[in-house]
């Protein structure tokens, strides 16, 4: 868990539970106060002026930060050193060295109780001792550079033995006190050092101690504790009643007080907690892989301790932080950000923002490469834990984008595919936009757009909109919207080898003004485009089926659209037509000349006549004074009645195996009877006289027959006698 999680975790727990003491009758209460200063008789006090010293002989004083006035608290013998307190003051932890005890003091009930506990220096000395406020754990350490380290769980009861060992130190006398969201910082000799995290677990690694301040010449302090707006106060020696009051940040020392019991005191301990500053980096993206930040705390008189340069080539909260150093409520500190090595900085977008963590809220805020707050007074047992974080990332970049919607349609854009999804920069929004000029548009902050083009209009509208990242850096680019005419696909039929010429492709399009700009080669035929716009289709000889080609049309704006046109070229079925012989019947094979859909043949099954006095499709008809017409398989006979000339015709129809029903029509013509005469005298020479002939012929003897008798009758009448002849 990190400092900043660990301090949050720190403000839900209890500051201490009931204890499980071995090989004693008492425990130490849970704490039932949740106000910062202790009320009379019960917690200790947290108020930023109390400082709290054991003895020698393991009495426990309550010490005025200010006066150095002195009260006698509790005995917690034979605890003598290591003294550390619960945050809010709920109880209070000493070791005795060489024994393997822990005692804890209950301020309630006044109770010290006495607790096995395994010492890290196996029986040596334990030097050092304070109460973790993230995790209520009481540590204690030994002396030495490399001092081992161990603790006890406050809240379970349980003593985890050694935790790690602190490396690095000076050897000389110290003590140990930890800040509010969980680093520890130990005094040796006249230097404070800053481990870090420390583990709540039993392991025996090591634990870096990093220096950050030096003390006073010749300081050598027993005791150390924190109070006062973050103010550092040091126990003078184990044989002395004084306690210096050091400003952290510089180790000046600014007051000097004197116990007023004249007890020396050989440990020092508060509720209250160290200040701090930290600075880090939040980069978002590098202008090049090599690019690197290095931060720097100052102000307060911070010298050590304070820089950190980021490594690598990751993004996002680096792991390099200048930091923690200590601080006083009320002074001013800074932290810049600087290139490392070949960065530009001129190619960032840089802002800030310092949070104190232990109340969550935002010191200071801004954009730039130094981030300069002042640190705010302490105003309960917390300290202040100042964070400043850069977000640094690539200047934003704001890239031109194309969307095309059909002609009277609305364009709906998701943010996935909105305006910022090719655009770069650290939390970019969409803080402004134009108008189009040709539609209506409205952008959300997160580049999701609709755009709604004016009726009727194709052609090339565009809007300008502008993104700000989180620093609140700037870039602006264009949106350009296609707004595309719509050709519609198209249908036609036209029956095997029969050319189609088509003059409406356009008519379904929008708009319908568009005229047709090219077309393509269908697969099973011919298409050619005419100079009056329309086009022709000719189906490939014999071909039936599907077929397509595409056609482009083109507006007046010079849009084009494509629709695809598909032709069926549909089975056929050929009238037929034979000449019978008088009163003999006549056979037809209708589907020999007729052609189905590709790919199948016709089924003779399904052939059929046209009744018209049923209206119906049937297999055998008579007509009266025609004859009779009847299917026998795929044929179709027809038998006249005596005597009938002329033509004799009826529909029919038939279905191929692609389900496709053609119709056409059957016809056998009859010729008038002949009549068959020869001259007699001219055996040679045949003359064939019709019936109407022979009847003319017949009429015009019967006539001259009738002239002759009229003549013979005239010449027989006898004269009247004295006629003159």
């Not at 805020?365 to 640094?392: E, H, I, R």
Request: charged share 10%; net charge negative.
């Amino acid at each position: 868990m990190d400092s900043h999680a660990r301090l949050r975790t720190r403000l839900a727990l209890v500051a201490v539970a009931v204890l499980t003491v071995v090989g004693a009758s008492s425990t130490i209460a849970p704490p039932t106060a949740t106000d910062e200063a202790s009320a009379a008789g019960s917690n200790l006090s947290c108020d930023q002026n109390t400082l709290y010293g054991i003895t020698s002989a393991g009495d426990v004083i309550e010490i005025d930060a200010t006066t150095g006035a002195a009260t006698a608290v509790s005995g917690m013998a034979p605890a003598t050193n290591g003294l550390g307190i619960t945050y809010n003051g709920t109880s209070a932890w000493a070791f005795e060295s060489g024994a393997n005890t822990i005692v804890a003091y209950d301020p309630v009930t006044g109770v010290s109780t006495t607790i096995a506990a395994p010492d890290p220096e196996g029986n040596q000395v334990a030097i050092r001792g304070a109460v973790n406020p993230v995790n209520n754990i009481y540590y204690y350490a030994g002396s030495g550079t490399s001092a081992r380290i161990a603790g006890y769980d406050i809240t379970n009861g349980t003593p985890i033995g050694q935790v790690g060992t602190i490396t690095g130190l000076g050897g000389n006398n110290g003590d140990m006190a930890f800040g509010t969201d969980g680093t520890l910082y130990v005094v040796d000799g006249d230097k404070v050092y800053q481990v870090g995290s420390v583990p709540s677990v039993a392991g025996v690694g090591n634990l870096p101690a990093s220096q950050i301040l030096t003390l006073p010449g010749g300081s050598n302090s027993p005791g150390i504790a924190y109070s006062s707006d973050g103010y550092l106060f040091l126990a003078a020696s184990s044989a002395s009643a004084t306690i210096y009051k050091i400003n952290p940040s510089s180790g000046a020392n600014v007051a000097t007080l004197t116990i007023s019991t004249a007890q020396p005191v050989v440990d020092l301990a508060t509720c209250n907690y160290a200040n701090s500053l930290r600075g880090e980096v939040d980069v978002r993206s590098r202008a090049a892989s090599t690019d690197q930040f290095t931060l720097t705390n100052s102000g307060g008189g911070i010298s050590s301790g304070n820089t950190a340069t980021t490594t690598g080539t990751s993004v996002g909260l680096q792991s390099a932080v200048a930091g923690p150093n200590l601080t006083l409520g009320g002074d001013n500190y800074s932290v810049t950000q600087t290139a490392s090595g070949t960065t530009d900085l001129s190619k960032y977008s840089v802002g800030w923002t310092c949070v104190n963590l232990t109340t969550s809220l935002q010191v200071a805020k801004g954009t730039g490469n130094t981030a300069s707050f002042t640190n705010p007074m302490t105003v309960t047992s917390q300290g202040t834990d100042v964070v400043c974080t850069f977000l640094t990332a690539v200047l934003p970049l704001a890239v031109d984008d194309a969307y095309t919607t059909p002609i009277n349609t609305t364009l709906t854009v998701n943010a996935a595919a909105g305006l910022l999804a090719n655009d770069t920069g650290a939390d970019i929004t969409v803080t402004a936009n134009t108008a189009p000029t040709n539609g209506g548009v409205t952008v959300s902050a997160d580049g999701s757009l609709s755009y709604v083009p004016d009726s009727g209009f194709t052609g090339t509208d565009t809007f300008d909109y502008t993104i700000t990242d989180a620093n609140g850096t700037t870039s602006s680019a264009t949106a350009t919207i296609q707004v595309q005419p719509v050709a519609a696909d198209d249908s036609y039929s036209t029956p095997a080898d029969t050319p189609l010429t088509i003059s409406d492709l356009t008519a379904n399009d929008t708009p319908t003004t568009m005229t047709v700009q090219s077309v393509t080669t269908p697969t099973h035929g011919a298409a050619v485009l005419n100079g009056d716009g329309t086009v022709t289709y000719t189906p490939t000889a014999g071909y039936t089926g599907p077929d397509t080609f595409d056609y482009t049309a083109i507006d007046t704006n010079g849009q084009t659209a494509t629709a695809t046109v598909t032709i069926t070229v549909a089975a056929m079925a050929a009238n037929d037509q034979a000449t019978g012989t008088p009163n003999t019947p006549t056979i037809l094979r209708p589907l020999t000349n007729d052609t189905p859909t590709g790919g199948s043949t016709f089924d003779p099954a399904t052939l059929r006549i046209f009744d018209p006095a049923t209206s119906s499709w049937v297999t055998d008809v008579t007509i009266s004074a025609v004859g009779n017409w009847k299917i026998v398989g795929s044929e179709l006979h027809f038998t006249p009645v005596s005597g009938f000339t002329g033509t004799a015709s009826i529909p029919y129809r038939v279905t191929d195996t692609a389900s496709n029903t053609v119709t056409a029509n059957a016809s056998v013509f009859y010729p008038t009877l002949a009549l068959a005469y020869t001259n007699v005298e001219h055996a040679k020479v045949g003359v064939t006289l019709s019936v109407a002939s022979v009847a003319f012929l017949i009429g015009l003897l019967m006539l001259l027959f009738a002239a002759f008798q009229r003549r013979t009758t005239t010449r027989r009448t006898p004269r009247h006698r004295g006629a003159t002849p």
